[in-house]
Nanobody, 122 residues
Framework: QVQLVESGGGLVQAGDSLRLSCAASGRSFSSYYMGWFRQAPGKEREFVAAINWSGGSSYYADSVKGRFTISRDNAKNTMYLQMNSLEAEDTAVYYC???????????????WGQGTQVTVSS
C-alpha cells in the first residue's frame, strides 16, 4: 500500500509556471509507476503524465506535451509535475496516482491522492 499527498496547487495567471509535488508514504515507493491526472469542472478525470520507477521514461498527454515535465526523487519518496506556460484550460483538480504497472497508472491506478486545485486565470 502507498499513501499519496499532493501539494503546490494555487491560483496563477496564464503563462505562469507552477510545480506540484506528490509525497508518498508506505512501502517501496521506487517500485511504483507514478502519474498525474486532472479533472476540470463538468469533465471526466483525464490522464496527464506518468513516469516509470527509475524516472528514465515518461509519458504525456498531447495537451501538455512540451509544457509539463514529470519527475521523481526516490530518495525523498516524492514525485513532481513542473507546469510551464499554463493556460486557462489547465484549470482543474490535479491528482497524484500510483500503480505497479504502466498500463494501470495511465488508465485506472490502484492508488490516488486527494487532489490539489490549480486555477489559471486568463
Amino acid at each position: 500500500q502507498v499513501q499519496l499527498v499532493e501539494s503546490g496547487g494555487g491560483l496563477v495567471q496564464a503563462g505562469d509556471s507552477l510545480r506540484l509535488s506528490c509525497a508518498a508514504s508506505g512501502r517501496s515507493f521506487s517500485s511504483y509507476y507514478m502519474g498525474w491526472f486532472r479533472q476540470a469542472p463538468g469533465k471526466e478525470r483525464e490522464f496527464v503524465a506518468a513516469i516509470n520507477w527509475s524516472g528514465g521514461s515518461s509519458y504525456y498527454a498531447d495537451s501538455v506535451k512540451g509544457r509539463f515535465t514529470i519527475s521523481r526523487d526516490n530518495a525523498k519518496n516524492t514525485m513532481y509535475l513542473q507546469m510551464n506556460s499554463l493556460e486557462a484550460e489547465d484549470t482543474a483538480v490535479y491528482y497524484c496516482a500510483a500503480d505497479t504497472a504502466l498500463r494501470g497508472v495511465r488508465t485506472r491506478p490502484d492508488y490516488w491522492g486527494q487532489g490539489t486545485q490549480v486555477t489559471v486565470s486568463s
